[in-house]
Structure formats: C-alpha cells, structure tokens
C-alpha cells in the first residue's frame, strides 16, 4: 500500500455520517450503528467510492474515531462495512496540544504530513474548520446534515486532478 497517488484525509462525523442519513435508517427501522459505530450513511459512502475509484487515492483517517478504534480496528471496519478503498494510515492521536488550541486537526495532519513526506499530494474531507491556512485549499467543507454529497465528490475530484497534474 503506497500513499504515491495521493492522500484523502478523511472524517467520519458529518463526511460518511450524516444527521439526514442517521435520521433516515431510524425512521425505516433500519440499524443506525454496529459494533464499531454509527452506521454509515450510504449515499455518503457513495460519493466517497467515486472520488476513490476515479483517482485511486489512499486514505488517512483523521477521525475522533481513532481514539476508540485503533487503524487495525478500522480496517476492519473498512473491510466487514465493505467501504470504499484502503486504509493507509491515521493522523497521530498523541500530539500534546492544548485544548484551547485552534487548529487542532490541522496540527495532527502537519505532523502525518512531516513524518510521511510533506510533498504528498491531499485532499482533507471534514465538516469542521479547525486547520492550518496553508491547509484550506485542500479542503473540501462538507455539511453535517448531509454528509459528503455528489456536489462535494466532484469539488474534491477537481482538486485532486488538479494536484496530481
């Protein structure tokens, strides 16, 4: 496993869960969670597959996941919940950072980024702001109501073509 065509810096709350998606599986008696978690929403997952199968990207997660499941545990997941691409890696869960401290995400993804070579080409899919300036043109914002939309596959598609080319 190679990050060489590039990284998606991955979210899971408000990307590939969505309020919309968790409200949906509830009102059709659906599951709503397994033993990792909140079940993913599948039009979520969809757009992710896109963004995947297009360009072959790895992915980092840099979920609040990662602090209850380690990346074997997510891996896992990845495979039993038949998700979209593999696993490469996790942002550091053990960065002294102070709690007031802005940025907080930015700050682990700039440590990934120093110790795996801080050429590596990305995209960072979040619904939250908390990053680096020098981060926010590889951002692609998603909404938590909906999750990683179709609108927002073909906007990180567009970066990341626009990066590898």
């Known amino acids: 496993m190679t990050a060489k065509d590039g990284i998606i810096f991955l979210d899971f709350d408000g990307v590939l869960n969505s309020l919309r998606g968790y409200r ?7 599951q709503t969670g397994d033993e990792y978690g909140t079940a993913f929403d599948c039009d979520c997952v969809a757009a992710l597959r896109k963004i995947v199968d297009a360009t072959g990207v790895s992915i980092v997660v840099t979920s609040s996941w990662r602090y209850i499941l380690d990346k074997d545990d997510i891996r896992k997941m990845w495979s039993d919940r ?21 940025c907080k995400r930015g700050i682990e993804i700039n440590a990934w980024l120093m110790a795996h070579g801080a ?14 300036p ?3 043109p590889h951002l692609v914002h998603t909404n938590p109501e909906t999750g990683l939309t179709a609108a927002d596959a073909d906007r990180a598609l567009q970066m990341i073509n626009h990066i590898l080319n």
């Open 134 to 136: 020098y981060q926010l």
């Open 24 to 30: 949906k599986a509830r009102e059709e008696g659906r």
């Open 119 to 132: 050429s590596v080409n990305y995209v960072i899919l979040d619904d939250d702001e908390d990053f680096l």
């Open 82 to 102: 038949q998700l979209p691409g593999l696993v490469y890696s996790v942002t550091p869960t053990d960065l002294l950072i102070d709690p007031e401290e802005r």
